[in-house]
């Protein structure tokens, strides 16, 4: 996205350009963190119920958790990723939200 460029004519008429900052929306991250007590096909069953997402990419997200101790398995709008924070914690999972950058 591009700057909004506008012009204005001040007292000594004289032109101003004025440019508006426009804001960048960064989408908001669900990061599910590994924990010690749920077992790794129940993750993989919980992300596939929510998310719909396939075996495959479940199981490929269940062990990013597994081995890197957290994964982001969604991104997107703010009220959206923390309803699916709120389920994910609803099933048992750890999770959180975060600003992308």
């Known amino acids: ?18 440019q508006d900052a426009v804001a960048t929306k960064h989408p908001w991250n669900v990061v599910v963190w590994n924990d010690p007590v749920t077992p790794m096909s129940v993750v993989v069953i ?19 958790v597994h081995n890197e101790g957290r994964a982001i398995v969604w991104s997107g709008e703010k009220d959206r990723a923390e309803a699916y924070c709120v389920q994910l914690h609803t099933h048992g999972l750890h999770a959180s939200i975060e600003q992308d950058n």
């Open 1 to 18: 996205m591009g700057a909004t460029v506008t012009q204005r004519s001040t007292s000594t008429d004289s032109t101003v350009a004025l």
């Open 46 to 64: 919980i992300l596939r119920k929510i998310f719909q997402y396939s075996n495959a990419k479940a199981t490929k997200l269940m062990m990013t």
